[in-house]
């Protein structure tokens, strides 16, 4: 079985429930530490698939990140190779950036911690997104914001960012949100970037406290969407 390639751009940052998703499903991944250093893959061939995860850098930062574009290149390849590719948080935007969209600083402020979204009528008939609720309260740690991309389908938005989640043909997704994350993951976020959560005077102990309330749900929800997400490498 093809592995799935995993482009990480922070430590902290990692597959979280996407791992179950790829072990129920008997597919291994591996990771490409991009923030220490590892080269992103000049092709995904061999590859069953991509993941792009998310990180505190921004699309538009191609000076100071020059992988970005290697990242995109990858994208690319994924998608002309008919493979899947799911992107999250910053990887949504580097997706959606490959694809011909504008990415920039969200004008409306960020979104961090628990923050409601809601689907669009598309995602009731979408392969992944079908059967959940209406409206959802992912975690959410992103200042920026992208269009939809040329061809893609919104899935979802939220008060403050118009497109939440996209499609892009039937194998590419895109997710603003944190649908991946974990208690755990919660904590080691709000650890590592501490200085952020100042600054916006965000509560670090009532955001990671409000994970009790939401996660058993969104578990369950993201088991469904990224097995859902799995499926077609599965069954190459």
């Given at each position: 079985?093809?592995?799935?390639?995993?482009?990480?751009?922070?430590?902290?940052?990692?597959?979280?429930?996407?791992?179950?998703?790829?072990?129920?499903?008997?597919?291994?991944?591996?990771?490409?530490?991009?923030?220490?250093?590892?080269?992103?893959?000049?092709?995904?061939?061999?590859?069953?698939?991509?993941?792009?995860?998310?990180?505190?850098?921004?699309?538009?930062?191609?000076?100071?990140?020059?992988?970005?574009r290697?990242?995109?290149r990858?994208?690319?390849?994924?998608?002309?190779?008919?493979?899947?590719?799911?992107?999250?948080?910053?990887?949504?935007?580097?997706?959606?950036?490959?694809?011909?969209?504008?990415?920039?600083?969200?004008?409306?402020?960020?979104?961090?911690?628990?923050?409601?979204?809601?689907?669009?009528?598309?995602?009731?008939?979408?392969?992944?997104?079908?059967d959940?609720p209406?409206?959802?309260?992912?975690?959410?740690?992103?200042g920026?914001?992208?269009?939809?991309?040329?061809?893609?389908?919104?899935?979802?938005?939220?008060?403050?960012?118009?497109?939440?989640?996209?499609?892009?043909?039937?194998?590419?997704?895109?997710?603003?949100?944190h649908f991946?994350?974990?208690?755990?993951?919660?904590?080691?976020?709000?650890?590592?970037?501490?200085?952020e959560?100042?600054?916006?005077?965000?509560?670090?102990?009532?955001?990671?406290?409000?994970?009790?309330?939401?996660?058993?749900?969104?578990?369950?929800?993201?088991?469904?969407?990224?097995?859902?997400?799995?499926?077609?490498?599965?069954?190459?």
């Open positions: 079985m093809a592995k799935i390639y995993v482009l990480q751009h922070h430590p902290v940052e990692n597959l979280g429930t996407i791992a179950d998703a790829l072990e129920g499903a008997a597919l291994a991944w591996q990771y490409v530490r991009v923030y220490d250093g590892q080269p992103v893959p000049a092709s995904i061939k061999g590859a069953g698939g991509l993941i792009v995860m998310g990180g505190p850098m921004g699309v538009y930062q191609t000076d100071r990140h020059p992988w970005l290697d990242e995109m990858l994208i690319e390849d994924a998608m002309k190779s008919n493979l899947p590719v799911l992107g999250v948080c910053l990887g949504a935007q580097i997706l959606a950036a490959a694809l011909g969209a504008k990415v920039d600083r969200n004008p409306n402020g960020k979104e961090i911690g628990w923050h409601q979204i809601r689907l669009d009528d598309s995602a009731k008939q979408d392969r992944l997104m079908r959940l209406a409206t959802l309260t992912p975690f959410h740690w992103h920026d914001i992208f269009d939809l991309p040329p061809g893609a389908v919104s899935l979802a938005s939220s008060e403050k960012t118009p497109c939440q989640a996209f499609r892009h043909g039937d194998k590419a997704y895109g997710f603003q949100f991946e994350v974990t208690r755990e993951g919660v904590s080691a976020m709000a650890d590592a970037f501490a200085k959560l100042n600054r916006e005077n965000i509560a670090a102990d009532r955001m990671i406290a409000q994970a009790a309330e939401f996660m058993p749900s969104l578990e369950k929800m993201s088991e469904t969407v990224f097995s859902r997400w799995a499926s077609p490498i599965q069954g190459t």
